[in-house]
């Protein structure tokens, strides 16, 4: 301890176990006549702290929330600290980031910067002190990079009375103390109630007119891929139509389409955008296209059917004209020998002899009948 003059200074040596001291001051040994008026109180306190500030939470924004463009100019933040003696509260800092969003933690920084912090209710120990600021995004975010997925990051720095600087387990660039998405400037698409004319006493053949509202509702321009599919009962699908549509952001576009059934059944159309909504009409039946006489009734048939009907018909007509072409074998005729007609022959009226002068048998008598012998 040195004096001059009426004061004194000297080094002390505080104690190791964290805490608040007292600094009491005292006369030894005063001259004579002296009056020693040192007051019994501690003229002086000090704090011994042996204990780090941490960040114990984040008030506001809430976790997980998407920060919309329209609140990038002035977003809130605020933080609660643990100090149970007392904060530097001029050293507190909240430093922030942007990264592209997705690519983890060690994705390279597009902006950064920092804010100093302001004390809510003046308090600077406690187990929870509030602390806060605010941000303008706004100015520093340039129109390209509004379409990109961004994220922002924010951690604490600063450090206590004592020295210690704030915790930095998770609380740093790394190992941010949280994070929350910068709302993207993105399409987004919606459908209007499906059109369908006429949407009743549909026949196969019949001209179907549809219509589809699409609206972008979203901050940026879009390019989508449209598909329409017909659905039947049965679950087999079959595609009409697919092409490719670009809106602007916040106008719509009218989709139209010209169907024409080919068969008839219980079936609907459905609207898809690739990776986003659908839509979809009203169950309709479509009735058979009437048969106009034969051909009327075999477009009726399934072709697969027709096919196997005209394959037996040919078979069958061509085993007729084999059959008709083969030639037949002829039998021989048989030759009847004529019987003798029972019918009695008629006896030829004997003749008279005539005489014959000259000849040797002219005294030789005839024969009385057929069966004689005129020899004998």
Not at 226 to 240: F, K, P, Q
Request: aromatic share 6%.
């Amino acid at each position: 301890t040195e004096t001059s003059q009426g004061t004194f200074s000297a080094f002390v040596t505080v104690p190791f176990a964290s805490g608040s001291y007292g600094l009491f001051t005292s006369l030894e040994n005063p001259p004579n006549g002296a009056i020693d008026r040192t007051p019994s109180s501690p003229s002086a306190w000090f704090i011994v702290d042996d204990q780090e500030p941490e960040v114990v939470g984040v008030a506001s924004p809430s976790n997980g929330v998407t920060i919309d463009e329209t609140d990038w100019s002035n977003i809130n933040v605020e933080v609660l600290l643990k100090e149970l003696n007392r904060l530097d509260a001029d050293s507190l800092r909240l430093q922030w980031s942007i990264h592209s969003e997705g690519f983890g933690v060690n994705s390279p920084t597009l902006l950064s910067g920092n804010q100093s912090l302001t004390l809510i209710g003046g308090r600077d120990f406690g187990a929870e002190i509030l602390c806060s600021t605010s941000l303008d995004l706004e100015s520093l975010i340039d129109e390209d990079m509004r379409d990109e997925s961004l994220e922002l990051r924010i951690w604490v720095t600063g450090s206590d009375m004592a020295g210690h600087p704030v915790n930095p387990t998770f609380n740093d660039i790394d190992a941010p103390l949280s994070v929350w998405a910068l709302e993207q400037r993105v399409a987004v698409y919606s459908f209007s109630e499906p059109d369908m004319k006429p949407n009743s006493n549909i026949v196969a053949g019949d001209l179907v007119s549809l219509n589809l509202l699409i609206l972008n509702s979203g901050l940026a321009n879009g390019s989508l891929q449209m598909y329409v599919d017909l659905v039947e009962s049965n679950g087999a699908r079959t595609r009409i139509d697919a092409r490719s549509i670009d809106i602007e952001a916040g106008s719509t576009h009218l989709f139209t389409k010209d169907w024409i059934p080919d068969r008839g059944g219980t079936m609907w159309i459905e609207f898809q955008i690739a990776n986003g909504p659908q839509a979809q009409t009203d169950t309709l039946y479509v009735d058979e296209a009437e048969a106009d006489g034969v051909m009327g009734s075999l477009a009726g048939v399934s072709p697969g059917l027709l096919v196997i009907i005209f394959i037996l018909s040919g078979s069958m007509i061509g085993l007729v004209v084999y059959a008709l072409k083969v030639p037949q074998p002829q039998k021989s005729p048989t030759l009847s020998q004529p019987q003798a007609s029972a019918t009695p022959v008629p006896a030829t009226p004997s003749a008279a002899p005539v005489s014959q002068p000259n000849s040797p048998y002219s005294a030789t008598s005839q024969a009385d009948s057929n069966r004689e012998n005129p020899y004998q």
